[in-house]
């Protein structure tokens, strides 16, 4: 038994080792009075500063959002805008396929709206076009009367397409939040906390989602507005009705919940639960949730039926979605995002299938590097996330089209950087196209250099994978008994959210507990009926485990008591709601 362990578990049922979050015990630095000791255990875990507690309890923008022109580029962009709109130019948002994409166009195509400017759009065709503008685009765009462009979580790495726009004479303006490299694309403005030269107080958002940037541009473009009197007949938009779709591109897009991020989602959950987005309104009947919606609604309820229109369908229809003021057609558009969404499940189960029996000859690697002929392009990145979460390595998914084109979308770990070793495989000249950030990226090469690539990234990355995998650890914030787990709890500790990347959800060490109950549920997973030895009672899940160790172990435990470490959920199925244990792992006694 190690110190610092939790209920001494060294090694679990999933082989790990269950150790304090931030290595910080319970108690350490508290004074063991004050109400609040449990939301400052929570957040000094996560590694926040005691003069940010109050701030952290009510995420509000007036505490976290900070001035827009401190990005560089802004203003730049802000009075090409105002020029556009006093000209009555052509103003089209060019945006990504994938939710953060469609989230950002619709914030600007919506505000330009409310302000009384009709903005186009344009989505490219993820299998047709591939992501990032096109020369192609851009100049027909140009052709079709388009004066000036917004590019939306893509661009930084367009240098051949915003040069062949500039030569056509059109204007292009880039807001996006990828890694920039040295060189920057001919773009009229470009305002990306993640470019090279970003100093000051911007360089401190990195960690925003294009869509974040996105409502900072609508911000600085409503005080220009105002300044030149615009709305000296006609109303001012309300910026904050836009800040449901911020919330639902910055969790999908799996950005931290740290600083400006948490309270974009803290406060667009409110907007969204007053349902006034009709598009939203439509997808969340669709999707059954009926309660007010939670962060997690947006990454597993949300995010994938948004994803699905530019993965498996039109890559237009979630900009539609979230743009229409037509109910009707909300509806019908949320009803074939919903079947899109289930024809993309059963496509990305064959595919992670096929993907993990090659993985599994890949086990020396630091990174699995899988590819294959015919592999739908558009749920790779979602099939390389499974592989990082079996594998526990990053994954990079690679599917090669018959014109001998590959395309591949990677998934990370935390402390490895696999944007960087894209941008660096590209300067290699391993890469046709490449970028992404720290979690995720996306590469386009000759099929026939994929073994070089997987090379390349092996030796880029081994020493980080190294020491992010070199001991096995899941992190606890608290170790309870089994009767500490009710709804008391777990309002208590939804004080402390929004939960979601970088600010994880609490974590749960209780026990001794025994299954009384268990059964296979829906895809994989295991429902599970948990006895307390203090005789407290509480339904459980194990998602996707059912065929896993872990679910094998728990299903044939019998009358063995064991420790148990996940999450407190709600769970409002039924007359009455109750408390549910979402279990990661497991240890016996």
């Not at 009926?290 to 530019?310: E, I, Y």
Request: aromatic share 4%.
């Amino acid at each position: 038994m190690s110190a610092g362990t939790v209920f001494g578990v060294d090694h679990s049922l999933s082989g790990q080792s269950w150790r304090w979050r931030g290595d910080l015990m319970p108690g350490d630095g508290l004074d063991g009075h004050s109400p609040d000791d449990l939301l400052h255990q929570l957040f000094r875990a996560r590694g926040a500063q005691p003069e940010d507690f109050d701030r952290l309890k009510t995420p509000t923008l007036r505490d976290w959002l900070p001035d827009p022109s401190c990005f560089t580029d802004m203003d730049a962009a802000t009075a090409r805008i105002v020029q556009a709109i006093a000209r009555q130019e052509r103003i089209v948002v060019y945006g990504d396929y994938d939710v953060d994409g469609a989230t950002s166009a619709a914030v600007l195509i919506n505000y330009l709206k409310w302000a009384g400017v009709p903005a186009g759009y344009y989505i490219p065709d993820r299998l047709l076009e591939g992501y990032g503008p096109s020369a192609e685009a851009l100049v027909a765009l140009k052709g079709r009367g388009a004066e000036l462009v917004i590019t939306v979580d893509c661009g930084t790495q367009g240098f051949a397409a915003l040069a062949a726009a500039r030569q056509a004479g059109l204007d292009v303006i880039v807001v996006d939040h990828h890694k920039a490299a040295t060189a920057l694309p001919e773009a009229l403005a470009l305002i990306n906390p993640n470019r090279l030269d970003e100093t000051g107080p911007a360089a401190a958002h990195g960690h925003l989602a294009a869509v974040g940037l996105a409502f900072l541009l609508a911000v600085s473009l409503n005080r220009a507005l105002r300044s030149a009197g615009h709305f000296a007949s006609r109303p001012e938009p309300v910026l904050t009705r836009l800040l449901d779709l911020v919330a639902l591109g910055t969790v999908a897009d799996v950005a931290p919940l740290t600083g400006l991020n948490r309270a974009y989602v803290a406060q667009g959950l409110k907007v969204m639960r007053q349902r006034r987005n009709i598009g939203l309104a439509a997808l969340l009947d669709v999707a059954g949730v009926t309660r007010p919606p939670l962060a997690r609604d947006l990454g597993f309820a949300l995010g994938p039926r948004v994803n699905a229109g530019g993965r498996v369908g039109a890559a237009d229809l979630g900009v539609r979605l979230l743009t229409t003021d037509d109910p009707a057609e909300a509806a019908q558009i949320a009803q074939e995002l919903n079947r899109l969404n289930d024809d993309r499940k059963a496509i990305e189960a064959e595919v992670t299938e096929a993907a993990l029996a090659l993985a599994h000859k890949q086990e020396d690697s630091p990174i699995t590097v899988v590819a294959g002929a015919g592999w739908h392009p558009g749920v790779i990145g979602i099939v390389a996330a499974r592989l990082k979460e079996r594998l526990h390595r990053p994954a990079l998914v690679i599917a090669i089209g018959e014109d001998g084109i590959a395309k591949g979308s990677g998934r990370s770990l935390a402390g490895v950087d696999l944007g960087a070793a894209v941008l660096a495989a590209a300067d290699h000249g391993l890469l046709m196209a490449g970028g992404g950030h720290a979690m995720a990226a996306g590469v386009t090469l000759d099929a026939e250099r994929i073994s070089e690539l997987s090379s390349f990234l092996a030796a880029r990355l081994l020493v980080d994978v190294g020491a992010a995998t070199a001991v096995r650890r899941l992190s606890c914030d608290a170790a309870l008994a089994p009767r500490a787990l009710d709804l008391r709890l777990h309002e208590a500790l939804e004080v402390a959210g929004p939960y979601g990347q970088g600010w994880p959800a609490p974590r749960l060490a209780s026990g001794p507990w025994r299954a009384v109950e268990t059964r296979v549920v829906g895809e994989n997973h295991l429902r599970i009926i948990l006895a307390g030895a203090d005789g407290a009672r509480i339904k459980a899940i194990a998602f996707r485990q059912a065929e896993t160790p872990l679910g094998a172990a728990l299903s044939g435990a019998g009358q063995r008591f064991f420790h148990v470490a996940g999450r407190l959920t709600r769970d409002d199925w039924g007359s009455q709601p109750q408390a549910q244990l979402e279990i990661e792992d497991a240890a016996f006694c």
